[in-house]
């Protein structure tokens, strides 16, 4: 009975590095998302997947910001050329379908120095 | 705009004193308004979905209710392990709009 894992938990990059954070959901899970969580805020939407295909990236930041599903499960978000505004806590949250109650994983934290 | 709006930001409770969470959302078309608790360092955790105004759910010491504007989390005689962020997010079929959340401290 595994939940949503997320790898890895914490991350310290220097401003300009490229850094991959990796969620893996439940399995059977058709819907993925990613969030972004500044400390003391709630959870800001990022993108959304159905199995393999982004259907939304509206919330993505900057083209920085770039998320993959390619085989419907495991999902990466990866940005490149960090900056400073980038640290926050990123959340990856799977779901049965699009509109059922989606479970958490526990967060990658990523601070840019 | 969409948005949800939670209060009070912060709540100290007694042991076994009674109150209540309010989130307050402004979407066009709600198709689910949802409750989760987060502890630190965690991911939030699922705690009730509310569809329709009226609804009502409950588990242990917690009881959400649903109207067409805004939704309650009751907490009844709560202890100090329920002390945490509680967080709402509202569905409009496009998009989960989270809260900043209430932070909730239980002192025995």
């Known amino acids: 009975g595994a939940g949503v894992s997320q790898s890895p938990r914490y991350k310290v990059a220097k401003r300009g590095q490229d850094v991959a954070l990796r969620c893996d959901p439940i399995?059977?899970?058709?819907?993925l998302f990613w969030y972004q969580q500044a400390l003391g805020q709630g959870p800001e939407f990022l993108t959304y997947f159905q199995n393999e295909a982004q259907l939304d990236k509206s919330g993505l930041p900057s083209d920085r910001f770039f998320a993959e599903r390619p085989e419907g499960s495991v999902s990466t978000l990866k940005i490149q050329r960090t900056q400073q505004e980038d640290s926050a806590v990123y959340l990856c949250?799977?779901?049965?379908?699009?509109?059922?109650?989606?479970?958490f994983g526990p967060g990658t934290r990523l601070t840019v120095t | 705009e969409d948005q949800v709006t939670q209060s009070p930001e912060a709540l100290r409770l007694q042991e076994g004193e009674s109150s209540s969470l309010n989130c307050s959302y402004t979407v066009s078309g709600l198709r689910g308004l949802f409750w989760y608790r987060q502890d630190p360092g965690k991911g939030p955790e699922f705690l009730f979905t509310?569809?329709?105004a009226g609804e009502e759910k409950e588990k242990e010491r917690l009881k959400a209710t649903l109207t067409k504007k805004e939704s309650f989390l009751h907490i009844t005689a709560p202890k100090p392990e329920d002390s945490a962020t509680y967080l709402c997010a509202a569905d409009d079929f496009n998009k989960f709009y989270f809260g900043s959340g209430t932070k909730l401290n239980v002192k025995p």
């Open positions: 399995s059977g899970h058709v819907s």
């Open positions: 509310l569809y329709s």
């Open positions: 949250a799977s779901s049965v379908n699009r509109g059922g109650e989606q479970y």
